[in-house]
């Protein structure tokens, strides 16, 4: 997850902040302060072991598949600069 960062200001990896499902915590104890939803994501993942990754957005376009039942599909349009 990155750490307290717009998405839009992710630039590169050590934007990213490892957290543990069990309590939310950083991996790194050293690692820059994080966003409080870390507590929402933590707690789906434990919830719902199945699941691959958990998306929070407040995007308009994004919302109307929350109660549509319209299937949402994956993408990773905003994962470029992960690399290959």
Do not use: C
Not at 18 to 35: M, Q, T
Not at 40 to 51: A, M, V
């Amino acid at each position: 997850m990155s750490r307290d960062l717009a998405p839009a200001n992710v630039a590169n990896t050590s934007d990213i902040v490892e957290y543990l499902v069990s309590d939310a915590s950083p991996l790194d104890p050293n690692a820059p302060k994080g966003f409080i939803e870390r507590y929402i994501h933590s707690e789906l993942y434990k919830r719902f072991p199945r699941i691959q990754s958990v998306v929070h957005s407040h995007s308009n376009e994004v919302l109307p598949f929350t109660f549509s039942g319209v299937p949402m599909r994956s993408s990773i349009h905003m994962a470029g600069f992960l690399g290959v």
